[in-house]
């Protein structure tokens, strides 16, 4: 078997892929906007910004497990017909984001400097850190909502409507940066502090629009607020059952991967400055992978909840060879476009030097980071195999991927390509675990 031949396949793969891809792309734009722009006043405030984001990245993955959860249930009520229990999902989702919201707020406002701390030692780093997680902290709770509607809103169907409020968070957030930042049309220049404060307006206005698309669309979810949590018990715990371990899985894979930037944090601020650089543009180089690996989720769980196993994994199979090739491709693209990625910003010939070998390091990897995306969050969590899921990635980054960073960082300090390098080792076990499962066919399990 290569690609299936149903043709329904590439139709609602497109239909939801594409929309998908943009919004991922226009989310993370936002994101290397903000770098770029906190870019231009030097290293040492580039770095604090990315301490401080590190903390909304432990935060986000939280919520992404949460909202994973909550798109794993609805693709496969959305496939059996089962609007009442979308609406239930929603609820629970929103009542578990919100309150991880609260806790991360709380711990952002009271302990920033400490927090900021633990990714590095540089006075300076701590203090701009510190300024920007203070102020960005109150876009928490908007985002915690927006990402509970997005996840069920793109396992129902509906696509377009998360790709539209991105496009604006993005065009308000752009604009907003440039004139907080430097301090244009009249107003002071804020530096790291403007771009917190454009965040948070950009997420409070992309939160207020999300609401009124949905309800003027009389979608699904459009309904009373009192009628998300109208759920029981025993529906709660069985939410709680399968989403856990997506919980556990991101928060405790977020917490390792936020090990690997405290390790270059001690190594050097010019590390830290690299890691900001490079992750932003890996998560561009990504956009197209994550609209597969939801089309996945939503396509292949549809097919379970209707009791078409053996298509679903027909589509799942066609799903890894469409990776393969993509990514082949994106490695490829990513060598030829690094130079002119890395001129947009105002670092030193070492940092260029620094995170151009890291970049061709990302090149030769992608492949297996893409393989290992698609096939965890979009393949095997579709069948609500969270538990072997949750083993597999968390088993490679704490058994393999941390273990390796300390030694080679911290004990017998390598140059920071090689430790980026050596800790990449984690995919290759990741992928023939995830490969193993995928073909044992032992992840198809219907929960509706």
């Given at each position: 078997m290569f690609i299936t031949k149903d043709k329904n396949f590439y139709k609602d793969t497109l239909h939801i892929a594409l929309p998908l891809a943009m919004q991922f792309l226009l989310a993370n734009l936002l994101n290397l906007m903000d770098t770029i722009m906190i870019g231009k006043l030097g290293e040492l405030p580039l770095a604090g910004v990315s301490a401080g984001n590190n903390v909304f990245f432990i935060f986000n993955l939280f919520i992404f497990g949460v909202a994973s959860g909550s798109a794993i249930f609805a693709a496969q009520y959305y496939g059996s017909g089962n609007h009442n229990g979308i609406r239930q999902v929603t609820g629970m989702g929103l009542f578990c984001s919100v309150t991880f919201s609260v806790v991360f707020m709380v711990l952002a406002y009271y302990f920033a400097n400490s927090l900021i701390g633990v990714f590095s030692k540089d006075a300076a780093v701590i203090e701009y850190g510190s300024i920007y997680l203070k102020i960005v902290l109150w876009s928490y709770l908007p985002t915690a909502v927006t990402e509970i509607y997005f996840a069920v809103l793109k396992s129902s169907g509906e696509v377009k409507v998360p790709l539209y409020v991105s496009i604006a968070a993005l065009a308000v957030n752009t604009v907003l940066n440039y004139v907080l930042i430097y301090?244009?049309?009249?107003?002071?220049?804020?530096?790291?502090?403007?771009?917190?404060?454009?965040?948070?307006?950009?997420?409070?206005?992309?939160?207020?629009?999300?609401?009124?698309?949905?309800?003027?669309?009389?979608?699904?979810?459009?309904?009373?607020?009192?009628?998300?949590?109208?759920?029981?018990?025993?529906?709660?715990?069985?939410?709680?059952?399968?989403?856990?371990?997506?919980?556990?899985?991101?928060?405790?894979?977020?917490?390792?991967?936020?090990?690997?930037?405290?390790?270059?944090?001690?190594?050097?601020?010019?590390?830290?400055?690299?890691?900001?650089?490079?992750?932003?543009?890996?998560?561009?180089?990504?956009?197209?992978?994550?609209?597969?690996g939801y089309a996945a989720l939503a396509l292949i769980g549809k097919k379970i909840g209707e009791g078409k196993e053996a298509l679903a994994y027909e589509y799942a199979i066609s799903y890894v060879w469409i990776t393969l090739i993509f990514s082949a491709v994106l490695a490829g693209i990513i060598v030829v476009i690094s130079p002119y990625v890395l001129a947009l910003y105002n670092i030193s010939a070492d940092t260029y030097s620094m995170a151009y070998k890291v970049m061709l390091i990302m090149?030769?990897?992608?492949?297996?980071?893409?393989?290992?995306?698609?096939?965890?969050?979009?393949?095997?969590?579709?069948?609500?195999?969270?538990?072997?899921?949750?083993?597999?990635?968390?088993?490679?980054?704490?058994?393999?991927?941390?273990?390796?960073?300390?030694?080679?960082?911290?004990?017998?300090?390598?140059?920071?390509?090689?430790?980026?390098?050596l800790i990449l080792t984690e995919e290759l076990f990741k992928g023939i675990a995830s490969a193993y499962r995928l073909l044992s066919k032992k992840w198809i399990k219907s929960l509706s």
């Amino acid at each position: 078997m290569f690609i299936t031949k149903d043709k329904n396949f590439y139709k609602d793969t497109l239909h939801i892929a594409l929309p998908l891809a943009m919004q991922f792309l226009l989310a993370n734009l936002l994101n290397l906007m903000d770098t770029i722009m906190i870019g231009k006043l030097g290293e040492l405030p580039l770095a604090g910004v990315s301490a401080g984001n590190n903390v909304f990245f432990i935060f986000n993955l939280f919520i992404f497990g949460v909202a994973s959860g909550s798109a794993i249930f609805a693709a496969q009520y959305y496939g059996s017909g089962n609007h009442n229990g979308i609406r239930q999902v929603t609820g629970m989702g929103l009542f578990c984001s919100v309150t991880f919201s609260v806790v991360f707020m709380v711990l952002a406002y009271y302990f920033a400097n400490s927090l900021i701390g633990v990714f590095s030692k540089d006075a300076a780093v701590i203090e701009y850190g510190s300024i920007y997680l203070k102020i960005v902290l109150w876009s928490y709770l908007p985002t915690a909502v927006t990402e509970i509607y997005f996840a069920v809103l793109k396992s129902s169907g509906e696509v377009k409507v998360p790709l539209y409020v991105s496009i604006a968070a993005l065009a308000v957030n752009t604009v907003l940066n440039y004139v907080l930042i430097y301090g244009k049309l009249g107003f002071p220049a804020y530096g790291v502090a403007g771009a917190a404060i454009a965040t948070v307006i950009a997420r409070v206005l992309q939160v207020g629009l999300l609401f009124l698309l949905i309800y003027n669309e009389g979608h699904i979810i459009a309904c009373k607020i009192t009628e998300l949590f109208k759920f029981t018990k025993k529906i709660f715990g069985e939410f709680i059952k399968i989403s856990y371990p997506v919980i556990l899985n991101e928060s405790m894979w977020a917490v390792g991967t936020v090990c690997y930037n405290v390790v270059y944090g001690r190594m050097g601020t010019k590390e830290l400055a690299v890691v900001a650089i490079v992750s932003n543009a890996e998560r561009i180089f990504m956009f197209a992978f994550m609209g597969i690996g939801y089309a996945a989720l939503a396509l292949i769980g549809k097919k379970i909840g209707e009791g078409k196993e053996a298509l679903a994994y027909e589509y799942a199979i066609s799903y890894v060879w469409i990776t393969l090739i993509f990514s082949a491709v994106l490695a490829g693209i990513i060598v030829v476009i690094s130079p002119y990625v890395l001129a947009l910003y105002n670092i030193s010939a070492d940092t260029y030097s620094m995170a151009y070998k890291v970049m061709l390091i990302m090149a030769i990897y992608i492949t297996f980071k893409m393989f290992n995306f698609v096939t965890i969050v979009g393949i095997l969590r579709s069948g609500g195999d969270t538990m072997w899921a949750a083993a597999i990635d968390l088993g490679s980054v704490w058994l393999i991927g941390i273990p390796i960073a300390i030694l080679s960082g911290l004990v017998f300090k390598l140059p920071m390509h090689i430790v980026y390098a050596l800790i990449l080792t984690e995919e290759l076990f990741k992928g023939i675990a995830s490969a193993y499962r995928l073909l044992s066919k032992k992840w198809i399990k219907s929960l509706s």
